[in-house]
């Protein structure tokens, strides 16, 4: 009996050692490209750029156009406005959707502004930036499938980043559930969960039809049920099995559909300013953290990455901890982002 305790042990502390060297590796890794959802439309021997709608610009010569199209919700602020910006830094053309038209052409001209010579290899490439305006809260399946079809027409999607997120409610933000109205529930429902499943269905025929194709779903390190955020928790944790079957599903298909999951933890953005956990990333840095790990992820067969080490340090510790001590953390980390919050609003 000893000697099996011995050897379970040993089996125990040799698998632990493993997983800790995967997961450390996995930060040490140099970024990775995203060339497999990429193509080029430049021809051979041809000096002028082919756009995805097939016309050549004036003033091309020697150029050539992201032939990829990366599709971004929630795109004109914080987390996809970063992402969206950093797909265009590596070639890709950007469709930004969003409900407000002002910051979203805002957005799009400060990604064309900083996109203009964007070199990927030795060809300078040309990024277009399209918008799509549509209310994650109050868009109905037949309102997203027309703006989806109208506005997007034959682009060559390759990547789909469904970010849009949040607590759009009245504050404070930080409730218990038994506080929240009926229309606060339906709209926190809407904004996190049944609009990127709609997005999703949408998309994937189109997708799988450009594949290989990536798709990124964020969540949050909230997936674990954070006390005072509990719908938003439950929607980050519907967006991790989403995701995961969403996976299976396009690989039983046989169809080159890259499906991640991403879980964040605090990210500083115009809305998340309060409360923060101390050397949290901007938008635009996890953004690029992100894009630099999500493929390493799918070469691995992951389902789910955190691609930011310093929340990867405090999921992973929350996640081996007892329920009990789990417990007193995020009871403690509940009542110090409340006052946070309650502190702000007073001195606004």
Not at 22 to 36: D, G, I, Q, V, W
Request: aromatic content about 6%; some cysteine.
């Amino acid at each position: 009996m000893a000697a099996a305790l011995r050897y379970i042990g040993a089996a125990s502390l040799t698998y632990a050692a493993f997983k800790l060297i995967e997961y450390a590796s996995f930060y040490l890794l140099p970024p990775a490209s995203l060339a497999r959802y990429q193509r080029s439309e430049r021809r051979e021997g041809d000096d002028t750029t082919t756009t995805a709608a097939g016309a050549a610009p004036a003033g091309a010569a020697g150029a050539a156009s992201a032939a990829a199209w990366a599709l971004v919700t929630g795109a004109s602020a914080g987390i996809g406005f970063g992402t969206a910006r950093e797909l265009a830094a590596r070639g890709f053309n950007v469709v930004l959707l969003g409900h407000l038209p002002a910051e979203l052409d805002a957005a799009a001209a400060k990604i064309k502004a900083e996109s203009r010579g964007t070199a990927t290899g030795q060809v300078q490439v040309q990024v277009q930036v399209r918008i799509v305006v549509l209310d994650a809260i109050t868009a109905t399946p037949p309102e997203i499938e027309a703006a989806l079809e109208e506005s997007l027409g034959s682009l060559p999607i390759t990547v789909l980043v469904n970010n849009v997120g949040g607590v759009p409610i009245p504050q404070p933000t930080i409730r218990n559930l038994a506080e929240y109205t009926a229309e606060d529930l339906d709209r926190t429902l809407n904004l996190n969960a049944r609009f990127m499943a709609h997005v999703s269905r949408v998309l994937l025929p189109r997708l799988a039809a450009n594949g290989p194709s990536l798709v990124l779903n964020i969540s949050s390190a909230a997936r674990m049920g954070i006390p005072g955020v509990a719908p938003y928790s439950a929607c980050k944790g519907f967006i991790l099995s989403l995701t995961a079957a969403m996976a299976r599903e396009m690989a039983a298909a046989g169809k080159q559909v890259d499906c991640l999951a991403i879980i964040p933890g605090d990210v500083r953005t115009q809305s998340n300013t309060v409360g923060l956990t101390p050397g949290s990333p901007d938008a635009r840095q996890f953004a690029k953290a992100m894009l630099d790990r999500a493929p390493w992820a799918v070469r691995r067969g992951w389902l789910a990455c955190v691609p930011w080490w310093s929340h990867a340090v405090a999921i992973g510790a929350l996640d081996m901890l007892p329920g009990s001590v789990v417990l007193h953390l995020l009871l403690t980390e509940f009542d110090k982002k409340k006052a946070a919050v309650a502190k702000a609003l007073k001195q606004s």
